[in-house]
T-cell receptor, first 116, second 118 residues
C-alpha cells in the first residue's frame, strides 16, 4: 500500500497566485512527522517545511504553509504568491514512530510550473 | 557550513563492472541515508545508518548492493556487476539526532551521483 500519495503529477499556476499541492498519507501511528521538499531542475533536494502529528497549528515558513488535516490524513502544501523560481518537483514525505523515525518515505512528487 | 558531499557527481560504467559511490555527511550528523531516484521518479529508500551500524537495509534491491560507513562519517555505496537498470541518481542524505530522536529532523541531501550503465 502506498504510504504517501500525491495525486497531481503536474500542476501549473500563474505567477503571483497561490497554489495547493496535495498529499495524503497512510499510517497507523499516532506519532509521525511530515515533510515537504522541493527539487528544481538542478536536482538538489531542498527542505521546505515540517509538520509534527501533535502540532496543533499548521506549519508556516515564509510563503509556504502546510494545511494539515489529521483526521483526513492530508498534509497539503500551499505556496502563496508564486514566483517563477518555484517551478520544480515537490515531494511530500513522512517519518513514522513505529519505524523509530528512521526512514523517510517519499511520495511520487508533483511537478509545478509557474507561468508568467 | 559544508553540506553533504557526494562523489563522483557523474559516473559512466560498463555493464558488469563494479562501482563505488561516496558520501561525506554534514559534520556531527549521526544518521545517514542512501536513496535512489530513477529518471522522473520519486525517491526510493535504500539503506539507513545510525553511526556505523545499519539498522535498516530493507531497501537494498539485491545482494549486488552493499554499503558501509566508517568512523561514523563517510559512507560508501557499492554496486557489483552493474546492470542497466541500476542507472539512476543516487542521493545521500544526513540528519541530526536531537535528544536521541530523529522525529523532527529534516534530511539534508547531497547533489547526488548520476550513474549510467552502458
Amino acid at each position: 500500500a502506498q504510504k504517501i500519495t500525491q495525486t497531481q503529477p503536474g500542476m501549473f499556476v500563474q505567477e503571483k497566485e497561490a497554489v495547493t499541492l496535495d498529499c495524503t498519507y497512510d499510517t497507523s501511528d499516532q506519532s509521525y512527522g511530515l515533510f515537504w521538499y522541493k527539487q528544481p531542475s538542478s536536482g538538489e533536494m531542498i527542505f521546505l517545511i515540517y509538520q509534527g502529528s501533535y502540532d496543533e497549528q499548521n506549519a508556516t515558513e515564509g510563503r509556504y504553509s502546510l494545511n494539515f488535516q489529521k483526521a483526513r490524513k492530508s498534509a497539503n502544501l500551499v505556496i502563496s504568491a508564486s514566483q517563477l523560481g518555484d517551478s520544480a518537483m515537490y515531494f511530500c514525505a513522512m517519518r513514522e514512530r513505529s519505524r523509530g523515525y528512521n526512514k523517510l518515505i517519499f511520495g511520487a512528487g508533483t511537478r509545478l510550473a509557474v507561468h508568467p | 557550513g559544508a553540506g553533504v558531499s557526494q562523489s563522483p557527481s557523474n559516473k559512466v560504467t560498463e555493464k558488469g563492472k563494479d562501482v563505488e559511490l561516496r558520501c561525506d555527511p554534514i559534520s556531527g550528523h549521526t544518521a545517514l541515508y542512501w536513496y535512489r531516484q530513477s529518471l522522473g521518479q520519486g525517491l526510493e529508500f535504500l539503506i539507513y545508518f545510525q553511526g556505523n551500524s545499519a539498522p535498516d537495509k530493507s531497501g537494498l534491491p539485491s545482494d549486488r548492493f552493499s554499503a558501509e560507513r566508517t568512523g561514523g562519517s563517510v559512507s560508501t555505496l557499492t554496486i557489483q556487476r552493474t546492470q542497466q537498470e541500476d542507472s539512476a541518481v543516487y542521493l545521500c542524505a544526513s540528519s541530526l539526532s536531537r535528544d536521541g530522536s530523529l522525529y523532527n529532523s529534516p534530511l539534508h541531501f547531497g547533489n547526488g551521483t548520476r550513474l549510467t550503465v552502458t
